[in-house]
Nanobody
Framework: QVQLVESGGGLVQAGGSLRLSCAASGSIFSINVMGWYRQAPGKQRELVADITSGGNTNYVDSVKGRFTISRDNAKNTVYLQMNSLKPEDTAVYSC??????????????WGQGTQVTVSS
C-alpha cells in the first residue's frame, strides 16, 4: 500500500505564489517519474509538470517560466513551486507517482488532490 499526501493548496491573488508538496510513503523500492496534474471544472485533466528520478523535467507550455518542479528522492517527495499565478491556473492539483516495490512491477498511484484557487 502506497499513499501520496499533498499539501500547500489554497487561495491566492493573481500574481501570487504557492508551493505544493506531495510525499509518498509505503512499501516503495523506487520511484521513477513523479508529476503534478490539474483538472479545472469542465475540463480534462492535464499534465502540468513531471520529473524523473534523475532530475529531467517536463512542463506544459502554459506554465513554463512560472512553475518549477523539484523532488527529494531521499524523502520520496515532489514539489511544485508556482509563481506568477493566473486565474486560469485555478484547478484541483493532484500528484502522481510511478513506483515499484522491491522485485515487483511498476504501479501508478495518485494523491487525493488539493485545490488551488487564483482570484483576479
Amino acid at each position: 500500500q502506497v499513499q501520496l499526501v499533498e499539501s500547500g493548496g489554497g487561495l491566492v491573488q493573481a500574481g501570487g505564489s504557492l508551493r505544493l508538496s506531495c510525499a509518498a510513503s509505503g512499501s516503495i523500492f523506487s520511484i521513477n517519474v513523479m508529476g503534478w496534474y490539474r483538472q479545472a471544472p469542465g475540463k480534462q485533466r492535464e499534465l502540468v509538470a513531471d520529473i524523473t528520478s534523475g532530475g529531467n523535467t517536463n512542463y506544459v507550455d502554459s506554465v513554463k517560466g512560472r512553475f518549477t518542479i523539484s523532488r527529494d528522492n531521499a524523502k520520496n517527495t515532489v514539489y511544485l513551486q508556482m509563481n506568477s499565478l493566473k486565474p486560469e491556473d485555478t484547478a484541483v492539483y493532484s500528484c502522481n507517482a510511478g513506483w515499484r516495490p522491491y522485485g515487483g512491477r511498476v504501479y501508478d498511484s495518485w494523491g487525493q488532490g488539493t485545490q488551488v484557487t487564483v482570484s483576479s
